[in-house]
């Protein structure tokens, strides 16, 4: 079971650049490393996933090292809309349940 | 194409009481989760259904918490004999398959109080 350790919070400016590093040490060969994204009084959305290396789409991209017992999500350009919590997940096609856990998020601020 | 549903949005019960919260899922995804999340905190898994099946009902925090899923579609969570810790918001999610690489689609919540 992938235990994962993210901040708790982080606060950023409009137009800057939020990097958020989740640690997962335990990670294992099959695991996929996963972000979502939760605004105040909706559920999560899926931002972005990947298993090595580096992932980009519209949103964000994601930086996995060659180790893979971290991963950084990054934001580029926030906006005020950005402000959210911002949770990690690591598990494989078979993890489910409680063997894929949320965690507490890091909550993010961003400000004018 | 619709999103994961569920109804009601918003629920005040007295003490006491059993409630029933629904969740309607994409058409066509295998797996559906319930979770929990009181103010301010993260996610807290409670159950996950595989087609009709739940193979983990770990995170059920009492025997007052029972789900069902029927028709590999619609699930219902049902919290007997309500009580004011209940309090949350209960957050639905499915995916094509269970497990870390599938993405889950979450559906608004429904907001618990228990007076």
């Known amino acids: 079971l992938a235990k994962t350790t993210q901040p708790i919070s982080m606060d950023s400016y409009e137009g800057q650049e939020v990097n958020i590093t989740c640690s997962h040490n335990n990670i294992a060969t099959n695991d996929y490393i996963t972000w979502y994204q939760q605004f105040p009084s909706q559920g999560p959305r899926f931002i972005i996933q990947g298993y090595k290396t580096k992932v980009t789409n519209e949103v964000a991209s994601l930086f996995i090292p060659a180790d893979r017992k971290s991963s950084t999500l990054s934001l580029p350009r926030v906006s005020l809309s950005d402000t959210a919590v911002y949770y990690c997940?690591?598990?494989?096609?078979?993890?489910?349940?409680?063997?894929?856990?949320f965690g507490g998020g890091t909550r993010v601020l961003v400000k004018p | 194409g619709a999103g994961v549903s569920q109804s009601p949005s918003n629920k005040v019960t007295e003490k006491g009481k059993d409630v029933e919260l629904r969740c309607d899922p994409i058409?066509?995804?295998?797996?559906l989760y319930w979770y929990r999340q009181r103010l301010g905190q993260g996610l807290e898994f409670l159950i996950y259904f595989q087609g009709n099946s739940a193979p983990d009902k770990s995170g059920l925090p009492s025997d007052r918490f029972s789900a069902e899923r029927t028709g590999e579609s619609v699930s219902t969570l049902t919290i007997q004999r309500t009580q004011q810790e209940d309090s949350a918001v209960y957050l639905c999610?499915?995916?094509?398959?269970?497990?870390?690489?599938?993405?889950?689609?979450f559906g608004p919540g429904t907001r618990l109080t228990v007076t």
């Open positions: 058409s066509g995804h295998t797996a």
């Open positions: 999610a499915s995916s094509l398959g269970a497990g870390g690489a599938y993405e889950q689609y």
């Open positions: 997940l690591v598990g494989d096609e078979r993890a489910a349940g409680n063997k894929l856990t």
